[in-house]
């Protein structure tokens, strides 16, 4: 086998392997920000809920023991 045929087919896989850590790269990106957006809605709202637990723990009308 030559090199003229050698490099072909090595250009080739590169390119090829290439495309497919782009691929991946695109899916973990996909990934990564959805997770980070559903931290986000939760910590928003463990917020709320906290933020309401507080303003029911202070309401005159309650009776603490």
């Known amino acids: 086998m030559s090199d003229s045929d050698k490099n072909p087919k090595d250009s080739e896989t590169v390119l090829?392997?290439?495309d497919q850590?782009?691929?991946?790269?695109?899916?973990?990106t996909?990934?990564?920000g959805r997770l980070r957006t559903h931290l986000q809605?939760?910590?928003a709202?463990?917020?709320v809920d906290q933020a309401r637990e507080q303003a029911e723990a202070m309401?005159?009308?309650r009776?603490?023991?």
Request: charged content about 15%.
């Open 16 to 18: 090829m392997a290439l």
């Open 21 to 28: 850590i782009s691929q991946t790269i695109d899916v973990m």
């Open 30 to 32: 996909s990934v990564v």
């Open 41 to 43: 809605q939760q910590e």
């Open 45 to 47: 709202s463990a917020a």
């Open 59 to 61: 309401r005159p009308d």
């Open 63 to 65: 009776v603490l023991h």
